[in-house]
């Protein structure tokens, strides 16, 4: 017969959470997770008020600086940011206030640059191969549609001009 006893030892369960936050940021719910599989949920519960009172777990944190990064390295749409935060654990109300102020058209022709430049270098630089791969590329990366013909238009007129 096996049982898998979860312990209740709040100082190894705020040792285990501690470490998992140690090696990058992690969401309320991510910590939850793992540190749940082991210990039982009062003391789960008390080991995550611990680390919110010393300032290791801070979803709206956490979500803020999801957003700046992904802005910054690899710009994504507000729909699939919302997924990415979402999938972490992060409440709606807290991913609504990071993505207040989100310029989706700036984040689109961003992401659709650099493609731009090496589908427009291939030998099928037809407007058509063009809106139709650009548009799927930032399609992938959660862009709405309005944001992205508008970016596939601009792109094409930037690119298409010089060469």
């Known amino acids: 017969m096996e049982t898998s006893e979860k312990s209740d030892s709040y100082p190894d369960a705020l040792r285990v959470a501690l470490r998992y936050v140690s090696f990058k940021p992690r969401t309320?719910?991510?910590?939850?997770?793992?540190?749940?599989r082991d210990f039982d949920q009062p003391v789960v519960e008390q080991a995550l008020t611990s680390l919110k009172r010393y300032g290791y777990l801070d979803d709206a944190e956490y979500a803020n600086q999801w957003?700046?990064?992904?802005?910054?390295?690899?710009?994504?749409?507000?729909s699939l940011i919302r997924r990415e935060?979402?999938?972490?654990?992060?409440?709606?109300?807290?991913?609504?206030?990071?993505?207040?102020?989100?310029?989706?058209?700036?984040?689109?022709?961003?992401?659709?640059?650099?493609?731009?430049?090496?589908?427009?270098?291939?030998?099928?630089?037809?407007?058509?191969?063009?809106?139709?791969?650009?548009?799927?590329?930032?399609?992938?990366?959660?862009?709405?549609?309005?944001v992205t013909?508008?970016?596939?238009?601009r792109l094409w007129a930037e690119n298409s001009a010089g060469g």
């Open 28 to 36: 309320v719910a991510e910590v939850r997770r793992r540190v749940g």
């Open 67 to 78: 957003r700046k990064s992904r802005d910054r390295r690899k710009p994504r749409g507000a």
């Open 85 to 146: 935060l979402r999938a972490r654990g992060i409440a709606e109300p807290i991913i609504d206030d990071a993505l207040e102020g989100l310029d989706e058209f700036d984040a689109a022709y961003r992401a659709g640059e650099r493609r731009a430049r090496r589908l427009l270098s291939s030998d099928q630089a037809g407007f058509e191969v063009f809106r139709r791969r650009m548009w799927d590329y930032l399609q992938r990366r959660g862009f709405r549609s309005g």
């Open 149 to 153: 013909r508008d970016t596939v238009r």
